[in-house]
């Protein structure tokens, strides 16, 4: 157990970071901040757009509360983390936005939402408001980049077998019968129970070794 | 202007737009709190009348906004009048009726950070609801919420005696009855439109 202890708190900066891609994916291991996921995972298109844009707000967000933490006063921290992250968040929407106002009306309120995304505060509350500048940004790099790989997983199986696509370019033969209900809501509900499915098989084979 | 009738708006929002199924909105509680057919249907209480208090109070920022011309505001304004809201009701209820502060429990804090909350801000300001028109919204997306989380909690509640392999237990098993719940939703499409 101290064991475990000690090597927990000597993690490397490279470790931070890989463990939010692999052992702690916010995605299909904690099971964080469904909502986007769910809503915005119908192409792969907008769910590597929502990945980014929250990944965007998640660095940003970290490195702030991590530069703020000796300054932020215990009670009041949960609103100052929201207020910090709310910011972000109409940054990077006025961002998109000028970007490209197709993608905007895609993604719709789900930009704004990620201000209530319970992934950014935990990160805020379990790691940035404890670690370094450099060590919270690699958290941050992870478990964004976890969250992208996530969503982007989900959306292209849901793009592929709902309109038979893969980032808008078609892949599959013409005659190709197309699973309208992937691209709609309950599709997924579906596709995300499928692989935590597949996660859970994995999980299960690997213990009985 | 929105010209929609009161109970277009609320067939909308409550079974055609249902916040849970139809939007993602709120699948954390959904996912979490649907366990008992009583918890679920006291949180989804707490839920329907935070949103008819902030859904109120939108209505009023977003007009002083406009007054301001400070449309950037609007994001960090709403969460803030939200976790105040949160915080006042929570208050209020431990005065009035320490009872239902008891039954309430942890929900009440919870729903600051439940999506469905802010959603429904954003859509009524999106859709240019008036002062009625935002109230009938949030009445009906709070309804349409408990109905979910109801619905939800008695699918599982029968779920627990059934014989399931164990890796399918727990959050897949709740995805997989959340899919079909929903496709069963879709059934109301078309309900309310002219």
């Known amino acids: 157990m101290n064991k475990e202890i000690t090597k927990a708190t000597t993690l490397s900066s490279t470790d931070e970071f890989i463990k939010g891609l692999w052992k ?14 769910l809503a915005v995972s119908n192409t792969a298109i907008n769910a590597l757009a929502m990945g980014l844009a929250t990944a965007f ?10 530069l703020l933490r000796n300054f932020i006063p215990k009670e009041v921290r949960i609103a100052s983390y929201i207020l910090i992250i709310a910011t972000f968040v109409t940054m990077i929407d006025y961002a998109i936005q000028a970007i490209s106002v197709e993608l905007h009306k895609n993604l719709g309120a789900f930009i704004s939402l990620i201000v209530v995304n319970c992934l950014i505060l935990s990160r805020a509350e379990a790691f940035a408001s404890k670690n370094t500048l450099g060590k919270s940004i690699m958290d941050a790099l992870g478990m964004g980049l976890g969250f992208t790989l996530g969503l982007v997983s989900l959306g292209l199986v849901r793009e592929i077998l709902g309109s038979g696509a893969v980032f808008g370019i078609p892949i599959l033969p013409e005659n190709f019968q197309e699973w309208v209900i992937m691209i709609l809501p309950a599709g997924g509900f579906f596709t995300l129970a499928a692989w935590l499915l597949v996660f859970n098989l994995y999980k299960q084979k690997r213990n009985a070794l | 202007m929105n010209q929609e009738s ?3 708006i609320f067939i909308n929002a409550c079974l055609v737009n249902n916040f849970v199924l139809a939007y993602f909105l709120g699948i954390c509680p959904f996912l979490g709190v649907s366990g008992k057919i009583d918890t679920a249907g006291k949180m989804g209480g707490a839920v329907t009348f935070v949103m008819l208090i902030s859904s109120m109070c939108a209505y009023g920022i977003h007009a002083f906004l406009e007054a301001i ?14 976790a105040s809201t949160v915080q006042l009701v929570e208050m209020f209820v431990k005065k009035m009726s320490p009872a239902l502060f008891q039954a309430l429990g ?10 469905a909350i802010l959603g429904l801000a954003l859509f009524q300001t999106n859709k240019g609801y008036d002062f009625f028109q935002s109230v009938t919204y949030a009445f009906g997306a709070g309804t349409g919420f408990t109905l979910a989380l109801l619905l939800m909690a008695g699918l599982r ?8 392999p164990k890796v399918i237990r727990g959050t897949v098993l709740t995805l997989v009855a959340a899919g079909i719940l929903s496709l069963a939703f879709m059934g109301f499409s078309g309900l309310g439109s002219n």
């Open chain 2, 157 to 164: 509640e029968q779920l627990d005696f059934a014989e399931v």
């Open chain 1, 57 to 66: 707000v998640l660095i940003m967000s970290n490195s702030l509360v991590s």
């Open chain 1, 24 to 37: 702690e994916n916010p995605v299909f291991v904690q099971v964080l901040g469904m909502c986007p996921v």
């Open chain 2, 69 to 82: 011309d400070a449309p950037f505001l609007q994001l960090i304004s709403y969460i803030v009048v939200i």
């Open chain 2, 6 to 8: 009161f109970s277009q």
């Open chain 2, 106 to 115: 942890i929900f009440l804090p919870l729903i600051t950070t439940n999506c």
